[in-house]
């Protein structure tokens, strides 16, 4: 089978079901899906689709870009991870979650990502509050 | 005919795109990507359906000949056998 880099590199996009926990509370291990597709411009706060030296794919949020080297994060993590920007693949531009779609132009999205990811301090907070009310329940 | 339970329909981009929520599928990098009356059919698929009766609601929703109808499944048909989607 192709790899999903050929597979954004012919169709323009890819499209999958999200595996673990590293971009929850947004999106969750085997029940919502993402749509990936080919950019050639990143901005920090895009959640994007990268290729690790060993091969293994992450989702993960950029938090901050320097020149040609984007900084990742999960938004369920508070390492970051330093990626060149050829490793990348593509960017989320619609997520479904809970079986609803979402494109990452709207409003409540954008206001999720700048608020949960300001700074960690304030997600470790954030965290604390979301998991207290909601927990881990599907 | 039935499709495997493992995958959902989603609508993005426009596009309708069939994800498999099973970890078989990690591997692969399986998701199916159609048009609206692909669409249609999949959710017919979704229960244990003849060939005929897929035909049949075809023709009753899109107001087509049975010819066409045929040519059309045929081919949507194929491409779900060809990613082992389809138990028949």
């Not at chain 1, 290729?51 to 901050?64: P, S, T, Y």
């Not at chain 1, 979650?97 to 206001?111: C, I, M, P």
């Not at chain 2, 979704?46 to 005929?52: A, G, T």
């Not at chain 2, 066409?68 to 989607?85: I, Y």
Request: glycine share 4%; aromatic share 14%; proline share 1%.
């Amino acid at each position: 089978m192709n790899s999903p880099r050929d597979i954004v590199n012919n169709m323009g996009y890819y499209s999958a079901t999200v595996h673990g926990y590293s971009m929850y509370p947004l999106l969750f291990d085997h029940r919502d899906s993402v749509y990936i597709e080919k950019s050639d411009e990143y901005r920090k706060y895009d959640v994007a689709l990268f290729e690790r030296a060993d091969g293994q794919l992450v989702l993960h949020r950029i938090i901050k870009i320097k020149d040609s080297v984007l900084y990742f994060c999960g938004d369920n993590d508070f390492v970051i991870e330093k990626v060149e920007k050829q490793q990348v693949i593509g960017k989320m531009t619609e997520f479904s979650r809970k079986g609803k779609e979402y494109k990452t132009s709207d409003f409540f999205y954008k206001l999720y990502s700048r608020v949960w990811c300001f700074s960690p301090f304030t997600r470790r907070v954030l965290k604390r509050v979301y998991n207290l009310f909601v927990g881990l329940r599907r | 005919m039935k499709l495997n339970s493992d995958y959902v329909l989603r609508t993005f981009a426009g596009k309708y795109i069939a994800v498999s929520v099973n970890d078989s599928a990690d591997n692969n990098n399986v998701f199916i990507t159609m048009n609206k009356s692909s669409a249609f059919v999949w959710e017919l698929l979704q229960k244990e359906i003849s060939y005929e009766e897929v035909i049949s609601k075809i023709i009753e929703k899109y107001n087509i000949d049975e010819t066409t109808a045929k040519v059309d499944l045929d081919e949507f048909l194929d491409k779900l056998r060809k990613a082992g989607v389809l138990y028949e």
